[in-house]
């Protein structure tokens, strides 16, 4: 057994694995002056030092030093595997070229797609393991990972069998979301409705049968997949038991948010445009409400009205949107201040949705997301900060000094 001694806080202990929402959602749970046991890679048991149990085996002793301790962050909105990067498209946008002109140019994600198809699936593989432990320093310790960047059936395979091997070569958990409906291929400009019917009736099917994905998804927006289009998609994925998380209201309100409700959807996200039908559909349908504010931060368009959602009893969750061309960061700290600055979000608020919402919105609240007695113990280990808003307040840098996953120090 591994025993953490010395804990100046120990945040995020629940009692059970609901998702905060409301006013809860400012509410963490903490102990000062604590210790915390791993045993067989998961949590064994916790409480404050002066009530450490007498030996009772064989125990090994990490002296945290009064740092603070929390369970891991958690991305659940990703495109971790790319094959390069797409710095001369900021400097477009720098120039005054918005993200949409750029697209229309055949740069964004038509870009990623050419790049993507030139590279091998060995290659796009080290690239993304070394993307992923670099993130996992950061201290993300569960994660999804879209495709969308192959558009077309092989290529969108090859991206989905390197998320499989990144699952197979990590220990944290990791979901694989099919996004083949993330933009319209050149070949299919002037016949979208054919692109669908190849997601439809080839991509899916193969998705399928090889089991290589847990979601589905689609960019749902104006001058990419309409309402209709997106509900054709999630229907047929449903039949094949594939439950869907969508882009929608990046950039317009069009309905997408109400056909995502009658659906059934897990999870709506971007969330940049919400007009008043839209908050009330999403606060009576219980899909989460995912924010991605390095999205608005790089791209400078509106953020998630993070309050609104929160007094409409939304379940908050917080992500990266980790990809290439319009939030090239997977940092998760650094997410954590732009909610609290720009989103107007409580530091404990931030840290709800990236930790115990965000673990709910991926399914896997019962073995990460919070301190609980088994399970995983995969925590976080600070150098001496005061509290929780000490994390938020350093923007642009990382308070993780160490990273547990399942009992092992990993970074």
């Known amino acids: 057994m591994l025993r953490l001694i010395n804990i ?13 929402t ?67 498209e900021f400097v477009d946008r720098l120039k005054g070229l918005s993200y949409q002109e750029i697209a229309e140019r055949g740069g964004g994600i038509l870009n990623s797609a050419a790049k993507l198809a030139a590279m091998s699936e060995d290659e796009l593989f080290e690239n993304a393991q070394h993307r992923l432990q670099k993130l996992i320093k950061y201290g993300t310790t569960a994660i999804e990972i879209k495709s969308g960047y192959g558009l077309n059936t092989e290529a969108e395979l090859k991206m989905l069998r390197v998320i499989k091997r990144l699952k197979e070569n990590n220990a944290i958990p990791i979901k694989s979301t099919f996004l083949g409906a993330h933009a319209f291929p050149a070949l299919y400009k002037n016949n ?47 039949e094949y038991g594939l439950k869907a998380r969508l882009h929608v209201n990046q950039f317009n309100s069009f309905g997408a948010i109400e056909m995502a409700a009658k659906n059934g959807v897990l999870s709506v996200e971007h969330l940049e445009e919400m007009t008043q039908t839209d908050l009330e559909t999403l606060a009576e349908s219980g899909m989460y409400g995912v924010a991605l504010p390095a999205c608005s931060f790089f791209l400078q368009i509106p953020y998630t009205p993070a309050r609104k959602l929160i007094l409409a009893n939304v379940p908050l969750v917080l992500a990266s949107d980790f990809n290439p061309g319009s939030s090239p960061t997977g940092n998760l700290n650094f997410v954590w201040s732009l909610a609290c600055i720009y989103m107007k979000m409580l530091p404990e608020e931030a840290f709800n949705a990236l930790t115990i919402n965000a673990a709910n919105a991926l399914e896997i609240a019962d073995q990460v997301g919070s301190i609980a007695i088994g399970k995983k113990a995969t925590i976080l280990i600070s150098h001496s900060a005061a509290s929780l808003n000490s994390f938020p307040y350093h923007f642009g840098e990382s308070l993780i000094n160490e990273v547990f996953v399942d009992g092992y120090l990993v970074g």
Do not use: W
């Open 8 to 20: 100046g806080k120990l945040y995020g202990i629940t009692d059970n694995n609901s998702p905060k």
């Open 22 to 88: 409301g006013n809860d959602l400012a509410v963490v749970n903490c102990l000062e002056h604590a210790y915390l046991d791993f045993k067989h890679g998961r949590i064994a048991g916790f409480g404050l030092m002066k009530d450490i149990p007498e030996h009772t085996e064989n125990i090994s002793y990490h002296d945290v030093k009064n740092g603070i301790v929390l369970p891991g962050f958690i991305d659940c909105h990703t495109h971790l595997v790319f094959a390069e990067s797409r710095e001369n």
């Open 192 to 238: 979208p409705e054919q692109y669908v019917d190849l997601i439809v009736n080839e991509m899916l099917p193969r998705v399928v049968n090889e089991r290589l994905a847990d979601y589905v998804d689609a960019f749902c927006e104006q001058g990419y997949f309409s309402v209709e289009q997106t509900e054709r998609i999630v229907q047929k994925a449903a």
